[in-house]
Every structure is written in structure tokens, then in C-alpha cells.
């Protein structure tokens, strides 16, 4: 723009569009409006107007205000005043318009014609996707049809989804990917509490003495979280970390113990044991709140921190100071996530952070609590609304007495209702297996994120019928499907969301979808017409969906009765249960002790650790862990398609330590073949000591080196979640 | 008395999460090579007591600008408040100024022909903001004022910093707390720079 502009016209130019032009030197200080643009266009661009709305990323649930200008999307800034971040963002979120103008968003649905897909009408794919879902619940019945979803739809999308699949297609294949990171402390929740849901605020790292953060790089995962921990800790909080990498976490950590992979268990139960044996327990809040001490305290006498400094490979001496520091406390704060929760251990040691906090009475409290944080920004809602393993309500899938209320809600016949949910590793067996003929992927990208690719491209390709629905069609999973449903990022809809802390947070649509792209909530109801099963929706707006959801879980534990848009919006976030018009929300569950138990007690568990599916050995001498970094999201289907993002960490890349990449002959941006004795990829080594030696560290972020192809088909007894961070592989230079 | 603004960086606070980078970035329309702020990470230490910390820096907005001596068009300029600006509209794109600035500040972007670098956010600074980069800081790592008053004020406010070129020659106003574990400014620290092109923390420089 400047470059054939003299510079006293450009100047004049300045002056006169000052927002637009933008560009402009010291001459003009002081210009409201006008921003120095690095020289010439493009500038800083002002929104002309600003959406409330929720961020769409991980499971903190920030509140933005997406900008636009003439209609598109221009820029995202953090609510000024939300009680989750307070105006603040993290990188991924400040770039997250990018997302949304993305050259490959999906606008026109497709269908697979002589191997390609091709662009079809709605009328089209639809057509053909309900007409192959009829023959196939006409020949094999409803168990050949499965759908997997995700945690990134609203609530509405979810109960209208599960209400779909259970009362619709009547069948039990309905899964989430929240089955890859939450199922665990699902599972979790519900064994030690008698329901799911996450039970603290994040007004807790305020109010806590001592924060416990385990299995979490929360500096990079939960960015705007840990802010807020950093900030705590200043103000004179102690940090304990618990992870077997190296992290920001353990850096600013009072005490860090980098503990071998997957023994959680042990190191967990030797807090609880040093805590007894110290007498910091609440003898008063266990007679009155728990059942299962006695069993609990008989059980726990052999893990002294000895025995545990020897599985853990961290000193006895700084167990017993991390049990001690954590026990005296007053108030004492645990979270955790993926380290913790994707392992074949994964709800047993949910159960024992919940030992640890209900033996001191350390639950429902400020600054006390025993805290799962979540991954997505509605996983939290399809766990309360029937979009995964439930039905809504937090009712049990296998629980007749709960099957009959929905029923009754749903106006069905409770023997049609689905009395089992496998789990999606289950499903893709099914599907090898041949039982399962016809897979409906919505917003999610198991290629890429489910264990053992080479697995789950086999079972995608012996489908009879694979439909994506996706906001992207260069989604990996579209490689195999036969349609492709075009869908709305959040950005384009009106619903709610639920975060980490039980927050209901609202969407309104900032801008329209591209071209002919649909909201997945018309694209259920549309299918629901299609199938003949439009008389189970008698709502065609969220809003009014909201309303049937809130009748159905009246009485709940997740109670939204005192909730609507407007109040969700005015408040800024509610966080259930809100029982009534008056109720501003409830920021910690169980405050009065009487749990979701039917006797009303928690339960205290007593467990040894599961044996790992797979240790290294001479043949596969490293340990694999799977994660994240900052500037991406789970599979890359977002933050990939931002130049800025994807500038700062471009590729595959894997985490050796200096003793072992000496020893390997590699250094850093060399490159390695990393085998497992599923597969093979390859990535850039970057060396670093923030792993162990022996360990290594792949994220899952790029499809050019998927660290999905080396990990394990193993899963969690209880929670069926997959066992992503612990493996065996050996590396070479390639 | 005269007046210097600057930056101040606590490295025990700075966590590395780059929203400061991305929010001038995103702000100013920058292009993903350039960088007005950009976060550097180091290593210190072996597993498990290795420590990774972080380096935020934008211009220095120096007492003794050096990218101004160099400059052969006079598109710098040192306002009273102690910010130094670059105007690009006057800027031949002759990059002398990326060589003469110690810290690599201003950036030659090809696609406009023309050197821009953080101009301290002057124009928010001017209707009583904060710079962005620092508006947008999780942790409170970073922030924006006086230089003497951060020198007054801050936990620790010394002028040197790991990989940080020696302060003496351009008298830089950005001033830095330490981490509070592993080496400390009155200790000789050995410092190799980031090769080039190094983005993650492993691949920058190390103090040991």
C-alpha cells in the first residue's frame, strides 16, 4: 500500500482512515485509531463489532467476544471481567478467528463418486446417508450402525444427538472422544462420589494453601489456569508437582516429583498413608461422610514411602515432605488431567485423589478440592446430557430405574432404550469384526487421535458407510468417508457449553457458516426428519431444546432449572446446579458432605496399580509418552491452518534426553524412526533434559509423524479410556 | 528529570505461553516471521532437577539507541518519554539498523521492502494503555513503566539477562528479575547464543 505512495500522501491517507490504513509513523503519536503496521498493509484492523461467546478450545471455558468487521471474523479478545480468565488468553485463543476463515472449511456436503468425493446437495448426501442407514437397520438392526462424537459440540447438539441414536436408531454404538480423555475420571467421579461431575471451582487456586497439579502440563495445556497458579504461588502457595516430564509446572514446584510413567498409584497411596500415619486425617468427616476407611487404612500400611520410592524412582524423603506439606495444610487443592486419566490405571487413581482429599475432609470447601480439569470445551456437557456413556442426567446407561425415567421424558418404551455403550475401542473391533457396518464421525478425528492407527484405518475402510461431519473437509477421517457433511464452527451458533468447573457458558453466533454449511444441531434434525423420527424433537431451536433439557434433568445432580441464555449471559457463567430463577450457580458440589451415593456417603477405595500393557524392554528399549504443546489442539485440525501457530512449532517432532541422543549418535534437528510394535514414524529430535533418560516424547499434533501409529490397543478396566502415555518403542536415526 | 519507559521481565513468573507474542502479533497484522516480541527459552541442568526458562523480549527501547545511529534516513526517532520509534513510511529498507541493534530487533520484512520493529505500543501508551504484549500476560511476568521505577519497585530489576547482549553498549531500558532457582545475575554465568532458526527451548542456548 505505501509502496507508490509518497510519504506525504500516505500520511494525508493515515490521517484521514486511521483504523483501515492503520500504518503510520511517530509524526502521527497519538492518532486514536491508528497503529503502526509494520510498514504497510496489513494493519491492525478494528472490529466494528464485538459477539459475546465462549472459547472454543480446551475445557477452561474463557469468555471472548469475537470480533468482526463487514461480517467476518477479525479478531478474539478475552471478556473483560469473566470469572474464568478475566479478559486474558492464551495464544491459541487470540488466533482463534483464524480458525474460522480457514481455506478448507467444508461448504458444500460431499459424496464419494468412483473413489473422489464430489460435491452433492444437502438433499443429496442426506438422501443417501439415511437411505443406507434404513437398509442396514432393516437387514442387520440397530447394532450396525454406531456413531463417535466429540467434546466439542453444545449441549444441545449432544442430548439432541444421544436422543438420536438411543430413542431414534435405538442403538447402544453411541461414543465420544471424551472417552480418550475424561472417561477416567467419569469413571472416576461416579465409583468415589456416586455421580460424575467435576466437583471444584477455579476460585480454589485462590483460596488453597498447597495446589497439587498431577499429570498435567498445565503451563501449556490450561494456559490461562495456570496463570492463575502462577499468580496464587506468588502471593505464597506451595506447588507440588507430579509428573515423569519435566514441565513449567515443576519448575515453580515447592516439591517436584518426577516419577517413573503409570505409577500414580503407588505414589498417591503412599500420601494417603503418611497422611494417616500422622494423624491428619478427619476422623469426624469420615464417620460421618465415607464408607470403606477401615478397609482403606488396613490396605494403605504397606505403602510407606519407602516401598513407593522404590516403584516411583523418586527419594522416600520427598514423598514423605509432598504428604506432609499437603496434609498440614488447611487447604489443599488437587488437579489433574491426561497423565493421570489416560492410562490403564486411569480411574483408580482418580479414586485416590479422592481418597486423599475425603480422608482430610478436604472436598466442598474453599480452596479444597479434588479437581479433574477437562480437555474440551463441551465434554463436560455430553458427559451431563447423554452424548456419550449416559443418558442425560447423569443417568446410568445399565440402571432400568434411570432407562424408565428417560423413557418417560422421551415418551419411548423403555424396553427400546439401549441398556449397554461400548466404548469406541470396542466399536472399531466391531467394525473389524464385521458387525458394526456403518460409522457416523462427528467433529473429531479418530485416524489421528485413537491408538494404533493402522488399526482404526483398517476398521474405517471395511465400513459399508463412514459419514464425516466435520468443519473441515481435509479432516484426516475424510480420507476413507463416503459423505461428507459440512458443519459450523463454534463461532456460528447459538448453545452451551460447560467447562472444567460445571460452568454453563453460552455461544452466540458471531458469523454465518460458509457457503452451505449447517449447524450440527440442524444436521441432526434433519437426519431425525429424514429417518422418521422427527416426533421425538418437537423443539427446532437450541433455545428451545434447552428448555426440554432442563425438564429432563430437573431434580439431577445437574440441575439448569434456574438457567436460561439471558441468565447465563448475565451472570457471565453458571455453574450448576442452579435450582431455581434466584440461584446464581454453585461453585462446589457437596459442600454439606451427603454425596450422590444411594447411601449418601463417599467412597473410599482401596487399590493396588494395574500392570502397564507394555514396558520397554531390550527390543523396545524407550518409554513413549504422548501430549500436547501450547500452540496446538488434539489433532491440528484448527491450529494447523494458522500460519502464526503453526510458525512457532512446525512438525513432528520427538523429545530425547542429552544422554540418550548421544548414544543414538542424533542431535538436535536430526532426524529419527521412532518403532513401536504397531507401526513406524518419523520425527525431528529436539533434545532436551526436561525428559528422562529412557523416555521420549512424541505430540500428537502432526499427521506427517502421527504418534498415533506407535501407541498401545490397551484400555482402562473401568473407564475404557486408552492408554496413550505409556510405551514401548526404540528409535533409530532414519 | 527525564523520563525512560521500558519493559520489565520477571523470568520466575514468565511460563513461556507466548500470549504476549501472539497478542502483538495479532494486533498489529504481523506476518508468522515476524516477530516484535518473541519468547526464547533456555536450559540449565540435567533430568530431574533441569530447569527450562523463558526470555521474553521486544525492543529495549535503549538510553543509546543503536538501530538511530545507523540509521542513513533518520526513520528513527527517540521520543521524550524515552520510547524509540520506527517509522516505516520514511524507512528505505536498507536493513542497517539489523545489523547495528546488538539485540536483533528490527526486521526486514521482505514482502513490503521496508525494517519494522516494536514501537512500545506508543499510541495506546499515549491514551493511558498498556502495551498489548503486556495487557495480555497470564502470569503478571510482564510489565511496562518507568525504568526507574521498575528499579524501585520490582522484586529484582538488573539490566542483565541469560543470552541477553552485554547492556553497556546501547544502555537498553528493559530490566529483569531472575528465576529464583538456578543461576543469578552476580554469578558468571557462561552463555551461548540460540543457533539460528532455533524455536523450542532445546534448541536455544543453555546457561550452565
Request: contains cysteine; glycine residues 8%; proline residues 7%.
Amino acid at each position: 500500500m505505501t509502496g507508490g505512495m509518497n510519504r506525504r500522501a500516505f500520511l494525508k491517507l493515515s490521517v484521514a482512515a486511521t483504523a483501515a490504513a492503520g500504518a503510520a509513523g511517530a509524526v502521527i503519536a497519538g492518532e486514536p485509531g491508528s497503529y503502526v503496521s509494520g510498514g504497510a498493509a496489513p494493519a491492525h484492523v478494528e472490529p466494528d463489532t464485538w459477539t459475546y461467546s465462549t472459547c472454543g478450545f480446551c475445557g477452561t471455558g474463557c469468555g471472548i467476544e469475537i470480533g468482526t468487521k463487514d461480517g467476518r471474523p477479525v479478531a478474539i479478545r478475552g471478556t473483560k471481567g469473566y470469572p474464568v480468565n478475566d479478559g486474558l488468553l492464551c495464544a491459541k485463543g487470540i488466533y482463534q478467528w483464524k480458525t474460522i476463515t480457514a481455506p478448507d472449511r467444508g461448504k458444500h456436503p460431499l459424496i464419494r463418486k468412483d473413489g473422489k468425493l464430489v460435491r452433492a446437495s444437502w438433499d443429496e448426501a442426506l438422501t443417501a446417508m439415511t437411505d443406507k442407514l434404513k437398509q442396514l437397520l432393516a437387514d442387520h438392526g440397530p447394532e450396525s450402525i454406531a456413531c463417535y462424537n466429540t467434546g466439542q459440540l453444545c449441549m444441545e447438539e449432544f442430548y439432541t444427538l444421544g436422543k438420536l441414536m438411543r430413542a431414534g436408531f435405538r442403538t447402544p454404538n453411541l461414543d465420544g472422544n471424551t472417552r480418550t480423555c475424561m472417561a477416567s475420571a467419569v469413571v472416576g467421579h461416579t465409583r468415589s462420589f456416586g455421580t460424575d461431575g467435576a466437583i471444584g471451582a477455579y476460585a480454589d487456586i485462590e483460596a488453597a494453601e498447597v495446589i497439587l497439579i498431577s499429570g498435567s502440563n498445565m503451563a501449556e495445556c490450561h494456559p490461562i489456569l495456570f496463570g492463575r497458579v502462577v499468580k496464587a504461588v506468588e502471593k505464597g502457595a506451595k506447588l507440588i508437582c507430579v509428573d515423569p516430564r519435566l514441565t513449567q509446572v515443576s519448575r515453580l514446584a515447592t516439591i517436584n516429583l518426577a516419577i517413573r510413567p503409570g505409577t500414580d498409584v503407588v505414589l498417591l497411596n503412599a500420601m494417603a498413608h503418611v497422611i494417616i500415619r500422622e494423624g491428619l486425617i478427619d476422623r469426624a468427616y469420615i464417620d460421618a461422610h465415607t464408607t470403606g476407611y477401615e478397609a482403606l487404612e488396613q490396605h494403605l500400611r504397606k505403602y510407606t514411602p519407602e516401598y513407593a520410592a522404590g516403584i516411583c524412582g523418586v527419594p522416600a524423603g520427598d514423598i514423605e515432605a509432598a504428604a506432609l506439606l499437603y496434609g498440614r495444610a488447611e487447604r489443599s487443592l488437587s488437579m489433574w488431567v491426561m497423565g493421570i486419566n489416560q492410562s490403564v490405571n486411569g480411574t483408580i487413581a482418580n479414586n485416590c485423589f479422592h481418597n486423599l482429599n475425603l480422608i482430610q475432609g478436604k472436598i466442598g470447601k474453599p480452596g479444597c478440592a479434588s479437581f479433574s480439569i477437562t480437555g474440551q470445551p463441551a465434554a463436560m456437557a455430553s458427559r451431563e446430557v447423554g452424548g456419550s456413556s449416559t443418558y442425560p442426567g447423569y443417568r446410568a446407561i445399565g440402571n432400568p430405574e434411570h432407562r424408565a425415567e428417560i423413557a418417560a421424558l422421551w415418551g419411548v418404551d423403555p424396553a427400546t432404550l439401549p441398556d449397554k455403550s461400548p466404548a469406541i475401542t470396542e466399536i472399531i473391533d466391531a467394525i473389524l469384526e464385521g458387525k458394526i457396518k456403518a460409522l457416523w464421525v462427528i467433529c473429531t478425528n479418530p485416524i489421528m487421535s485413537l491408538p494404533d492407527q493402522n488399526r482404526v484405518r483398517e476398521a474405517l475402510q471395511k465400513l459399508e458407510l463412514l459419514v464425516v461431519q466435520d468443519a473441515y473437509e481435509t479432516v484426516d477421517t475424510a480420507e476413507y468417508a463416503h459423505i461428507f457433511l459440512p458443519a459450523s464452527l463454534w463461532a456460528e451458533k447459538s448453545g452451551i457449553m460447560v467447562n472444567s468447573e460445571r460452568r454453563l457458558n453460552l455461544l452466540k453466533p458471531a458469523v454465518a457458516p460458509p457457503g452451505e454449511a449447517r449447524t450440527d444441531f440442524e444436521i441432526f434434525l434433519d437426519v431425525a426428519d429424514r429417518m422418521g423420527f422427527g416426533h421425538l424433537f418437537p423443539y427446532r431451536t437450541t433455545e428451545e431444546c434447552f428448555e426440554e433439557i432442563k425438564r429432563v434433568t430437573r431434580g439431577r445432580p445437574n440441575d439448569y432449572s434456574g438457567a436460561t441464555y439471558a441468565r447465563i449471559e448475565a451472570n457471565k457463567g453458571l455453574q450448576w446446579p442452579i435450582p431455581d430463577e434466584n440461584s446464581t450457580g454453585t461453585p462446589r458440589l457437596y459442600a454439606d458432605g451427603r454425596f450422590n451415593t444411594p447411601d449418601g456417603r463417599a467412597v473410599l477405595w482401596a487399590v493396588d496399580p494395574i500392570e502397564l500393557p507394555e514396558l520397554p524392554d531390550e527390543e523396545y528399549p524407550f518409554n513413549l509418552n504422548s501430549g500436547r504443546v501450547q500452540e496446538h489442539y488434539h489433532t491440528g485440525t484448527k491450529t494447523r491452518k494458522v500460519p502464526e501457530l503453526n510458525h512457532l512449532v512446525p512438525t513432528a517432532y520427538v523429545e530425547l534426553n542429552p544422554r540418550d541422543a548421544e548414544a543414538l549418535g542424533v542431535q538436535y534437528g536430526d532426524r529419527v524412526r521412532i518403532e513401536s510394535r504397531r507401526g513406524e514414524i518419523e520425527a525431528k529430535v529436539v533434545v532436551t533434559s526436561q525428559v528422562a533418560p529412557g523416555s521420549c516424547f512424541v505430540p500428537m499434533h502432526f499427521n506427517e509423524g502421527p504418534v498415533n501409529r506407535l501407541t498401545v490397543w490397551a484400555v482402562d478396566p473401568f473407564s475404557k479410556e486408552p492408554n496413550y502415555k505409556q510405551q514401548a518403542v526404540r528409535l533409530r536415526r532414519a | 528529570m527525564s523520563t525512560q519507559l521500558g519493559f520489565h521481565v520477571d523470568m520466575e513468573k514468565c511460563i513461556g505461553c507466548k500470549a504476549c507474542e501472539a497478542a502483538c502479533k495479532d494486533f498489529y497484522r504481523l506476518p508468522p516471521e515476524i516477530r516484535w516480541r518473541r519468547v526464547r527459552s533456555f536450559e540449565m541442568g540435567e533430568f530431574p532437577t533441569a530447569l527450562r526458562v523463558h526470555l521474553t523480549l521486544a525492543c529495549n527501547h535503549c538510553e543509546d539507541p543503536a538501530c538511530m545511529k545507523g540509521c542513513p534516513v533518520e526513520a528513527y526517532t527517540k521520543r521524550a518519554d524515552g520510547l524509540v520509534i520506527h517509522d516505516p513510511a520514511a524507512c528505505i529498507g536498507c536493513q542497517y539498523c539489523t545489523w547495528t541493534c546488538p539485540y536483533g530487533v528490527p526486521q526486514f520484512d521482505p514482502e513490503h521492502g521496508v525494517v519494522s520493529k516494536c514501537n512500545g505500543c506508543y499510541q495506546l501508551v499515549d491514551q493511558g494503555q498498556l502495551p498489548r504484549c503486556v495487557q495480555s500476560c497470564l502470569t503478571g511476568a510482564l510489565s511496562f513503566g518507568e525504568r526507574a521505577a521498575h528499579e524501585a519497585d520490582k522484586r529484582q530489576a538488573v539490566k542483565e539477562a541469560p543470552g541477553f547482549p552485554d547492556p553497556s553498549v546501547t544502555r537498553p531500558a528493559t530490566r529483569f528479575a531472575w528465576p529464583r532457582k538456578g543461576p543469578q545475575p552476580e554469578r558468571q554465568v557462561r552463555v551461548a547464543p540460540p543457533p539460528a532458526g532455533a524455536e523450542r527451548a532445546a534448541d536455544a542456548g543453555e546457561v550452565r
